[in-house]
């Protein structure tokens, strides 16, 4: 199973739908896509993550009953936002 199937199984789970999804995301180990399925419920949040042990954040977004999960790199999430989580 893909992560990307993992993620479509637990967002319908919480009857909602799918909306942006950053391929890069397939590239995550399960215990960090673990992270993100454990926490994307919680409504839009930032979740720390590692790809090939460099830091990233997977933002994540409910818009209306889509959820969207983007990839950025920390050094992009703290230039763009001003700030680390």
Known sequence: M???ERILEAV????????????EMEELTYYHLKKVLDNFDYGSTDIKVKL???????EVYHVDNEVDFMLISQEKYIKRYGRNI
Not at 12 to 23: N, P, Q, S, V
């Open 52 to 58: 090939n042990k460099v830091p990233y954040i997977v």
């Open 12 to 23: 319908k789970r919480e009857g909602m739908e799918l909306g942006i999804y950053h391929k």
């Open 2 to 4: 893909t992560n990307k």
